[in-house]
């Protein structure tokens, strides 16, 4: 039998316009790490957060699991953002301060 698509949850407004939505379906991400395992993200998330949290408006950097097609699997550390803009502002951020980071669509 088809299987049916999950309801729509309804989406919370936050106070920010700005605000993201949760990591896995925020409109647009910035890239902080890739890692070989879900510790290792984690770990990168921790330290990512600590160097350029001040950045990050209060959200904490999300681990996202990556299936690379028949090349692994990966841990993306990112945090959501609200448009492809907002996620290019903050990476020009990071990188100021140091960091590399990539901003992308979905």
């Known amino acids: 039998a088809p299987t049916q698509p999950a309801p729509a949850q309804p989406k919370t407004r936050l106070a920010s316009l700005d605000a993201p939505a949760p990591a896995s379906n925020a409109a647009a991400h910035v890239q902080l790490a890739s890692q070989p395992s879900e510790a290792a993200a984690e770990t990168s998330a921790n330290v990512l957060e ?10 904490r950097p999300a681990v ?18 609200a448009s492809l803009s907002n996620a290019q502002q903050l990476c020009s951020a990071i990188k100021a301060k140091g960091g590399d980071c990539f901003a992308y669509n979905g």
Request: zero cysteines; aromatic letters at 10%; charged letters at 20%.
């Open 50 to 59: 600590q160097r350029y949290g001040a950045l990050f408006n209060g959200v």
């Open 64 to 81: 996202m699991k990556a299936d690379l097609n028949g090349r692994g699997v990966r841990y993306r550390v990112v945090i959501p953002a």
